[in-house]
């Protein structure tokens, strides 16, 4: 930290684990199918969201959840920096900090209740314009689920493709609903060259191969890079996003 702005504020590098302001709520989901699943809103701090990212967390099983550092950040910066609400939540039988969602891990099929319970809370809350953000696992249940539920769009980070079919995939064609996915040079299980192959059955989504970039997205240049990319979508106005933020010291 360091002396900047008007009298009384801090300069404050933006990047690993700064949190900044925003309104942040331990909330409960509950499915159709009678579990309590825990989570986290957060808003910004002194005015009305622009628009609502619903996080869809990397698979359980290999150490995912709500706090996935990608999903973490973009709690912790985009509600102050680009005026979204941030909706972040562990699918059922997932442990965070925040705690133990019930039930168990149901591959992909049982947690289509789980994405239902998320859209209904931002429906009941009337939080504006939704976005699906997956990552890995996560891209899966929103090519999956996704077109169920009255969102603007979805974003798929390091997309797999492993449980969502072509078939599901090929829906998303002129459904009116945007799709973009964020293909990491060296990930995995899906490259750039095969994502396109993948991906020819909707002709209208927007690839992105990103240089250097790993199906973990580590280290603050791809945390920057990621979360860029996001607000370019769903709120463009407030990129590029920068690299420090001035305000009161916490």
Known sequence: ????????????????????????????????????????????????????LVTLHPLPTHGGFMDSHILRKAAARLPELADLAVLRFNTRGTTSPRGTSEGSFGDGVAERADVAAAMAFVAERGLPHPWLVGWSFGTELAVKYGLEHPIDGAILLSPPLHRASDI????????????????????????????????????????????????????????????DEIVAVVNPAASPLPMEWTGPPA
Request: charged share 30%; proline share 5%.
């Open 1 to 52: 930290m360091s002396a900047g702005g008007a009298v009384g504020e801090e300069t404050v590098e933006i990047r690993g684990g700064v949190e900044l302001p925003a309104l942040r709520e331990h909330i409960e989901l509950r499915t159709d199918d009678g579990l309590i699943l825990v989570g986290e809103l957060a808003v910004p701090a002194d005015r009305r969201p622009v628009a609502t």
């Open 168 to 227: 599901e995939l090929a829906r998303w064609a002129h459904s009116g609903k945007r799709l973009i996915a964020l293909i990491p040079e060296h990930d995995d299980y899906l490259r750039p060259d095969e994502a396109r192959e993948r991906f020819a059955v909707v002709p209208d989504a927007i690839l992105i191969a990103v240089d250097g970039g790993k199906h973990l997205w580590v280290g603050e240049n791809q945390t920057r890079r990621v979360l």
